[in-house]
């Protein structure tokens, strides 16, 4: 019997206290900050253990939750995933993906949302995904549009960074778009249904 949460190259796990080197790393880009929300000022290696530890200790909730993108060949984070605004009554949630600076490019972001889509549309129930993507993030455009995300609108001027105003790109996809996806991509194993 296989996992939900591994794939050819991640697995998706709870965070661990050690893990808070890794992702103290991946904080020293601004760059990739700004791409997942805004650039924080510097947290000492303390405040990082702790951020890593309270995390570790947290119970996950079945719809709303943090995981560790991991490299399947030794376990070590690659980058982070999260769920958040689900919404039961209308079967809709959303995401966040970060993977790490020098771990980009390499197929972990695709595979971690495929594996948690699978979960949430196929174990949860969920019928709709919903995301906000920064229209300077165009590696995350071209991810989710791979993945078989629609644009559905697009909110002008409704961030700031890096000194300018940008819009945000409103991305959805149905438990139904996705799976057709999944089935012709053959990534990763059956589409749930």
């Known amino acids: 019997m296989t996992s939900a949460w591994v794939g050819e190259r991640v697995r998706l796990r709870g965070a ?15 760059d990739d900050q700004r ?3 805004l650039v924080t000022p510097p947290r000492s290696a303390e405040r990082a253990r702790a951020w890593a530890r ?12 943090r995981l560790v993108i991991a490299d399947v060949r030794d376990d070590a984070p690659v980058g982070m995933i999260n769920t958040h605004h689900a919404d039961r ?3 809709t949630f959303s995401y966040g993906v970060a993977v790490g600076n020098p771990h980009q490019r390499r197929g972990y972001a695709s595979e971690a949302v495929a594996l948690l889509l699978r979960y949430m549309f196929g174990e949860r129930r969920f019928q709709k995904c919903d995301i906000e993507v920064y229209a300077s993030n165009e590696g995350s455009l071209e991810l989710h549009g791979a993945l078989g995300f629609v644009t559905e609108g697009r909110r002008r001027r409704s961030r700031y960074a890096a000194g300018r105003y940008e819009d945000v790109v409103l991305l959805g ?5 996705f799976r057709a996806a999944d089935r012709r991509s053959g990534a990763g194993g059956p589409a749930t249904g």
């Open 54 to 65: 309270e995390l570790a200790e947290q119970d996950p909730d079945f719809d709303e939750f």
């Open 35 to 37: 791409n997942g929300w």
């Open 16 to 30: 661990e206290p050690g893990d808070w080197e890794a992702f103290a790393a991946f904080d020293s880009f601004s």
């Open 89 to 91: 009554l209308h079967g």
């Open 173 to 177: 996809i149905t438990a139904e778009e």
